[in-house]
């Protein structure tokens, strides 16, 4: 493969986040064909056309099947809103392209199955967009796993809260009408689930809570009840015997980017804050015992591929980062290689256990993942 | 009161620190009457007698029942294992007795609601040892809430978390038999619901899970199943409706005292880790919005009663302290002021969450709490 | 200006840096003309070839002065060693170009003056790659500071500490030789007073300390001599009256990428460390005395130009992303705008307080700058 | 010695720390002599007879003479003003008393000398309260560098900061006159001072600079000259070769109680901060590459003598219980043992530093240290 065509649905935040991963993927990793930018999609034709200009492409549309049936496109970047993901996927697997569509795979169990039955038949590349799992940071600390320096993992917690939905005097938004799903759940559980499923697999039952903190919103008219849940916890035994919490906030004030992990096994433990992105804490019984602690250990390039961004240590890398190395994962596994990523397969595992505790939850009860 | 006579049951960890408290009480405070170290007693009587020799104790005895009767003593400190509380408190208690009881009152309900008839029939003071709530960082915010400086709390999490029964090659201990309980719930669990219920009175209803991370253990003739969970985690709502999780290890590897409190609501956020137990988190959305973030509040006199131990701010108090003051609030309960102190009356709603958390667990459902 | 063409000299470190914010910064920020990347050169020229495919330039070549000459090149980026740095400059502005040129100027402060006086006689820009100083956290400290949301400043500490020279036995290097100048001084110690200039004009006056923490290194034949200072510590007087210490090392053990920052105002204080640069601490008089802090603010949208990479707060830039906005600054400057960036002007300021420290030093006193 | 007599002059904050300790000393420790509190004086009667009561003192005076002159008082704690520690030294230890002296020995190194005169004849035991040394948490940092376990140190930083000077408004105090001395160097450089004489010994040669935040101050009448200086700084050499920084301030807003440590060594780095005294942080180059950070270690009770106060790790000692600590040490000391403290022998090596500093700064140059 000596170059490499693009196409890209969207170009809001995730949009543009493909755009500058398929701009820098080349210069940072050196290693990867010629990227060219083909053409680039929007509902507005003007938008995309300015776009298009900014982000480097040549060709611009406001119809996204263009793009899907351009010939020059090989890969087409899916970021629009979720309940499009299985009728885009679907059209450019059919197509004949690779796809990588942002998480989660779609908002219903049974389009998402459908999803990957497509990219089965089509036997091309479907990656999802799970940055979160990309970080050297993360990566480290699944090889620390798979190296047991921790020794058995027995409990994990994982949090991940923001505040944009938390202030009680905002009105009533489309995102608080049911058709969007569960709310926390399954917009902003997919993250946690995507890091269990990383380091751990995924969990073999749950058992889900989900709350509603202000269950009313304001609209012109006076009053209307939120249909979805900004809060949920997830209680779950992985396959391992190792019990875990999921929780899951978007009202939670101050709370910006955080997901705060917890790794506690039989000689150590690990712990992470995606609000500090570039370090993560380690704790090891293997040292003396009058000096043990969490270490704050700072990203450096031993922890690849931090070093193709930067050759000294402790100089960091951003959110926009881990979608170059995503991306050049994606290549990678266009070009056959073993590439850590979250593809199809692994995505529906992700929604089983959405579908899954969302069962719980409504039965009040203990559910198994299938 | 001029003068109170003190009796102490026990001279390990707590009861050292119910000498110390009763020593500094005056010292620090002023405002109190004499404190006459009356009697001590322990298992062994030469045990007692040096430890009343060293804590300033007038006479010692190898049975707790002649600190129960010594007309000297006023009030009595029972500092034994959790098994012996319910009779040392009852014969006190009939014996026209104040009593400072550590926590928890007892291994089973049953009991202390024994306990709890035992000193509504004395009309005497009867205070639990749940010296987290003293802390004048805790105390602080829950006037913070008071004032609903962080407007209507909508979601709380507490995690307790310790290590030393982390390690899976350390051999099966008395504290792995089922008779001393659940084991994290219940031995742990009640320092966090000591908070839930000083800050937000008593769950309305809870959904318990707990975890066994190492189900076997050595012993010199092999191995041992161990019939206690190191793991509990409580799922809750509270009477106002707002969600909750509490959740305990005791095999959480580097944590060794920690009780991380995350509160949420509508106009702010506040944190609290007791490994920093003089400082605490806040987060206010009346701030500047481009200057919004968690302030580190550290302790100062304003944080009363931080004022008699030192009279500058970011000096620090210790765990013994938090004794002291817990010392003042009983000696006040028994003048008759309205002080802060969990006595048997709320003591008794902490031992039904956790006979409910149990409850749930067993069943596997939410149980409500009568 | 429709299209701006870029010359880039130095592949290495800073070399990458440059090309990767010349390949991102249309896409980030849009509001840019067209970059078209047209010649690298590096020492050999395969490896300039090597790069120039990697990092997306048209031609490459071995020999600097080609890219000086080419006559599609408007802005050429300098990232060889300082010591060629005079040189390059020097040819390119009298070719007509722009420059871009890592910092410091060079190890001479006579060659230094000519590099100014070259870029004045050119009327082009020439800007300095003082990157820190773009982070929107500084940019914003910058805002509060002009706002006197801490009031008059009365002290200034920072900090700049790395480890790579930590290492007692490490072999003696080429960077021992006093040829690369005093050491920490003048290789570190640029980047504090870059931000000392941005945030509060030159130092007045100034008294420096050096040290030598292993002065004798290691050869293959014996013993060497170490000839430069890998500690340095720097007394100054601002302009204000305002009192400030900059200190610097190379041999501090843990240290990665630390610049520690901590101003002291009438009514304030605000403190940075670039290990975290995604965030700062600001405590403010103006809040309610018992809930005075230091508040953890983490960038975000409002954190200009933070907005133009993230949509969402506390998703954090990385070291790279610096270098994009110095990017864009110059490409301001070159359009007109009164950009934010440290050209020959400024830098000379720098220059000039490094070589008065260094008298400082020789001369054990304290020593104004004219 | 069966028992110890203590008399104590001044009752303010000091004052009530030194009576706290000495009602703790032996509950907390047991193997010293019973504590018999005999004589308290202060300047009024009535204040030292209710501080008599309080604190458990048989006998109060007004005079502290009849303190120094008591029979039953074997050690005398002086706590007052420093202007008084020279004339209450010589007359307590004349007459046969050891003293236990607080910090800093005189406002003048020729009075200081004089006691350390006094001391040496009388034979007594006469130690200064220099607290700080006697956190575990520097024991064992102390422990540490005796151990090299961080290599040969090569550079040390120390900051003390403080506020409560920091308000620009408040008025012209008697604290801003000259008679007090230079101001930060005297009241607060001695601390870490003290620190730097228990970790690596006396500095050989002291560069100061002082300043003057506000110069002036408003009075009822109008503004007043500011006599002494809130910010002191000391670049140092060690007899080892060492370089290192001392830096003080009485007007940083937010910092409460900040003594901030760095030493770097040529395997390692340990961080401490006095605003969380119950940690401390270590970076070691023995650990594998990829895992080093530093470590945030919790006291237990291996660092001694934290067990005598919990008998499990991370529950954290306060500020008076350092005072305790000093107690025992005093004890012992008195008792003939080689306990660390930090005695007018050593405590004049603390005056002749400032006293180096302070001509150092009037003379604008590095001044050797007899």
Excluded at 98 to 107: A, D, F, G, L, Q
Excluded at 188 to 208: I, K
Aim: glycine share 10%; aromatic share 8%; hydrophobic share 40%.
């Amino acid at each position: 493969m000596k170059s490499i065509g693009v196409g890209l649905v969207g170009s809001g935040f995730m949009g543009k986040a493909h755009a500058l991963a398929w701009n820098a993927v080349k210069p940072v990793f050196g290693d990867v064909p010629d990227v060219r930018l083909v053409h680039l999609a929007d509902a507005a034709e003007d938008l995309a056309r300015r776009k298009a200009d900014e982000f480097g492409f040549e060709r611009a549309s406001g119809d996204w099947r263009r793009v899907v049936a351009d010939p020059d496109v090989d890969v087409v970047s899916i970021t629009t809103p979720n309940r499009f993901h299985r009728e885009m996927a679907q059209a450019a697997l059919a197509a004949g392209k690779h796809i990588w569509c942002e998480k989660p795979m779609s908002p219903s169990l049974a389009d998402s199955e459908l999803m990957l039955a497509s990219a089965r038949t089509s036997g091309k590349v479907a990656v999802l967009g799970y940055n979160y799992i990309q970080n050297p940071v993360i990566r480290h600390i699944r090889s620390l796993l798979d190296e047991a320096v921790i020794g058995r993992v027995n409990h994990v917690r994982i949090e991940m809260d923001e505040d944009f939905l938390a202030d009680p005097d905002a009105p009533f938004q489309q995102r608080h009408e049911a058709s969007n799903g569960w709310g926390a759940l399954d917009d902003f559980g997919v993250h946690p689930l995507s890091l269990v499923l990383t380091l751990f697999g995924p969990p073999a039952r749950v058992m889900c809570d989900m709350a509603k903190p202000y269950p009313t919103r304001r609209t012109p008219e006076g009053e209307r009840a939120v249909e979805v849940f900004d809060i949920a916890t997830i209680l779950m035994r992985l396959h391992s015997g190792a019990s875990g919490i999921v929780t899951v906030s978007r009202t939670a004030w101050g709370r910006k980017g955080r997901i705060a992990i917890q790794i506690f096994g039989g000689s150590g433990s690990i712990l992470y804050d995606q609000e500090r992105m570039n370090e993560f804490q380690l704790y090891l019984t293997a040292d003396r015992a009058t000096e043990q602690g969490f270490r704050t250990i700072l990203t450096a390039p031993h922890h690849r591929p931090y070093d193709r961004f930067v050759p000294t240590a402790g100089h960091g890398l951003g959110f926009n980062d881990l979608k170059v190395i995503e991306c050049r994962q994606l290549i990678g596994r266009i070009g056959g290689e073993a590439a850590l990523a979250i593809d199809f397969e692994d995505g529906i595992l992700i929604e089983r256990a959405v579908d899954a505790a969302a069962r719980s939850f409504r039965e009040g009860r203990w559910v198994e993942i299938g």
